[in-house]
């Protein structure tokens, strides 16, 4: 989408006294046992052989505490992937605790640009860092974001989750201002094909990196996850963090899930995610779906005339999708449904047609 198709401007909430109940929503949460599952951005229902294998091998291990030698390799792997220094590495028991950890930056004032992943916001308002939300307007482009001159720190994602919006490199960078810090969520990063867009491989004092990996090699139960940004920035987050924060086995899966053969897997599964995300759309939108485009993540964001009357046609019979009224800036009509194989995108695609 280009810049000449984005809205003017942007809307600013100040939610200081707003209510916070569903910002901890999650897909998780949408789905039944036994359902299947489009609610759920995770791929595959675990990880692939060759890293239950190295897990595996771990095992053994867990008698001794994690060592400084596993961090430093696992870290120096994540930075050679990067072209990053291991200082500029730090490990996480997944993006989330990356969230976890902003409010020990300090900040006075704080903006998230959504829709996007409420996390961040939920964590700056238990630290009680005032919080605006930043309302995008569709089709949800960056650079239309009005933000505060006078915000410190500007959380946004990329791709961001649920539009599946990817957002130039320069959009995000020109968010920059002296005394702010920019974090940029680039948890589904690594299922854009080449990574386009990404920052991880900038090393800028005042831009701030959280990567995830439990999506694209299924890993959600075990918390992996790095941070990638300049020393002082990694130090400041880590004032007063556990010691151990991380266990054996998710400094051995960090290591694993960036060592070169396991990144150009990745690389190729974006590239079938990709096939798979462009089938989608077209068979949606030829059924009468409205499909948010352009669409980058492995997720879509669509809406209906009903889409709780769609989201309870589609439980009844077994699937489960994201709802999206939790969202700020979205409603009930808006749904989010990951990217599958062919076969069970019929079964969505089918189930859809019935009511529709």
């Known amino acids: 989408m280009s810049p000449d198709h984005c809205p003017l401007g942007s809307t600013s909430v100040d939610i200081r006294a707003g209510s ?3 910002l901890r929503h999650h897909g998780d949460a949408d789905l039944v046992p036994g359902h299947l599952d489009f ?13 239950r294998q190295r897990l595996a091998d771990a095992l053994p291990r867990l008698g001794s505490y994690p060592t400084v030698a596993a961090d430093l390799a696992a870290r120096t792997a994540v930075a050679s992937r990067h072209g990053r220094s291991p200082e500029e590495v730090l490990l996480l028991a997944g993006g989330a605790e990356g969230f976890s950890l902003l409010p020990r930056l300090g ?9 996007s992943f409420t996390e961040p916001e939920w964590a700056l ?70 990574e386009s867009e990404s920052l991880a491989g900038h090393s800028l004092p005042d831009v701030l990196v959280l990567r995830s990996l439990t999506k694209t090699w299924a890993l959600a139960g075990l918390r992996c ?7 002082e920035i990694l130090d400041r987050l880590q004032v007063g963090r556990a010691h151990w924060p991380l266990g054996s086995l998710q400094v051995e899966a960090i290591a ?3 060592a070169p053969d ?55 019979r077994g699937i489960a999708v994201r ?13 989010r449904v990951a990217v599958r194989p062919r076969q069970q995108a019929d079964a969505l695609i089918d189930a859809m047609k019935e009511i529709l």
Do not use: K
């Not at 709802?323 to 749904?335: E, I, Q, V």
């Open 256 to 258: 694993a899930c960036n």
């Open 20 to 22: 916070r109940e569903s």
């Open 125 to 194: 308002q238990e630290a009680h860092v005032p919080v605006t939300q930043v309302l995008l307007e569709d089709p949800y482009c960056l650079g239309s974001a009005a933000v505060p001159e006078s915000t410190d720190l500007v959380v946004v994602g990329n791709p961001t989750n649920p539009t599946s919006m990817l957002h130039p490199a320069e959009e995000i960078l020109a968010l920059r201002r002296p005394g702010r810090i920019v974090v940029v969520d680039e948890a589904f990063s690594d299922a854009v094909p080449g």
């Open 323 to 335: 709802r999206c009224d939790t969202f700020p800036g979205l409603g009930p009509d808006f749904l």
């Open 39 to 51: 609610a759920v951005n995770v791929q595959g229902d675990g990880p692939p052989g060759w890293l």
């Open 262 to 316: 396991a990144v150009a897997a990745a690389r190729d599964h974006a590239v079938v995610l990709g096939r798979w995300r462009d089938g989608m759309i077209r068979r949606l939108r030829n059924i009468g779906v409205a499909v948010h485009l352009p669409a980058a993540a492995p997720f879509l964001l669509l809406s209906f005339p009903d889409g709780e009357l769609m989201r309870g046609h589609l439980r009844e």
């Open 107 to 115: 900040a006075r004032a704080a903006a998230v640009i959504h829709p």
């Open 225 to 231: 996850g790095y941070a990638l940004g300049s020393p």
